[in-house]
C-alpha cells in the first residue's frame, strides 16, 4: 500500500491576541454558502443531524445531514488535500497515522496554527484495548485546514471554513458531538478484497477492517448514521441493528 505525503501536523493555537476572528471572518465569507447547499440538499439549516465520513485510499470526506429520524443526504464532499501514514489504524504517538474507526468532533480550535480545526476525539475505547502496555497512543488528531499533516486529516481553508460552520452550528443546535467515521477506503466487496488481498486470513489487520464493514454497509443500506460499541472482551467494533420501520 503506498503510504500518504509525510507532513507536518502540529496542531499549535496561534495567540489570541495576533490572531483575527477566523470563525467571525467564516461565517461572513461562508455563511451565505453553507445555507445553500442545505437547501440545495432538501435538509433543514443548522441539520437536526449531521455524520461525516472519511475514506482515506480515496481521500475523501463526506458530509451527510437530515432529520433526527430520517434518512440522511449528501451535502458535499471534500478532497482531502493532506494526509499521512498508510492504510491501518493508529496504534501509538508518532506513527504518523490517521486513525481508522468511529469518533465524534469534540473540540473546536478557532486559533489553530493551521487556520480552523476540530478535534477528532482518539484514542477511543477500541484504540485503548488495542494499547500495548507503556506505548503510549497519542492524540491530538485534528481535521484542519492549511494541507499539512502528521495524522490528520487536511483540506483547503475554503472548505475547512465550510465545514467548521456546519459541524460548529450543528452541535450548538443539537447539544450533540457529531460524529465522524474513519474508514480505510470504501468497505463495499470490492474495497474489502482489495485491502485484504495480500495479508493472510489471520491477521489482525483484516479482523479489524472487517469489524469497520458492518458500520460501512448498514449505512449504505439505510442511509442513518450507525450505531456502534466496542466489545469489552474483545476490542472489536459492534454496530447495532436498524430497526426495520426505519429501514
Known amino acids: 500500500m503506498n503510504p500518504f505525503p509525510l507532513l507536518l501536523c502540529v496542531l499549535l493555537a496561534v495567540p489570541a491576541a495576533h490572531a483575527a476572528d477566523r470563525v467571525a471572518t467564516a461565517r461572513k465569507a461562508r455563511a451565505k454558502q453553507v445555507a445553500a447547499l442545505f ?3 432538501g435538509v433543514t439549516w443548522p441539520p437536526e443531524r449531521l455524520y461525516l465520513r472519511a475514506f482515506k485510499h480515496e481521500r475523501e470526506l463526506e458530509v451527510w445531514a437530515g432529520s433526527r429520524t430520517g434518512a440522511l443526504v449528501k451535502v458535499k464532499m471534500y478532497p482531502f488535500c493532506a494526509a499521512s501514514g ?9 506513527d504518523l497515522q490517521v486513525p481508522e474507526g468511529f469518533y465524534t468532533i469534540d473540540l473546536f480550535n478557532p486559533v489553530s496554527s493551521y487556520h480552523l480545526s476540530m478535534r477528532v476525539n482518539y484514542p477511543n475505547a477500541a484504540d485503548r484495548f488495542h ?3 507503556g506505548v503510549p497512543l497519542g492524540g491530538d488528531i485534528y ?3 492549511d494541507c499539512v499533516s502528521i495524522g490528520c486529516i487536511a483540506i483547503k481553508n475554503g472548505p475547512i471554513e465550510e465545514l467548521y460552520l456546519m459541524t460548529l452550528d450543528t452541535r450548538a443546535k443539537t447539544k450533540r458531538d457529531v460524529p465522524i467515521h474513519i474508514f ?3 468497505l463495499d466487496a470490492a474495497g474489502l478484497a482489495a485491502l485484504t488481498k495480500s495479508l493472510p486470513k489471520t491477521s489482525p489487520l483484516v479482523d479489524f477492517w ?3 464493514q458492518p458500520a460501512y454497509t448498514q449505512f449504505e443500506e439505510t442511509r442513518r448514521v450507525p450505531v456502534t460499541s466496542v ?3 474483545t476490542g472489536r467494533y459492534a454496530v447495532k441493528p436498524v430497526p ?4
Open 39 to 41: 437547501q440545495d440538499a
Open 244 to 247: 426495520t420501520a426505519q429501514r
Open 143 to 145: 481535521v484542519h485546514g
Open 231 to 233: 466489545d469489552a472482551k
Open 86 to 94: 498508510e492504510l491501518g489504524p493508529k496504534r501509538r504517538q508518532g
Open 131 to 133: 494499547q500495548v502496555k
Open 184 to 186: 480505510p477506503r470504501r
Open 210 to 212: 472487517r469489524s469497520l
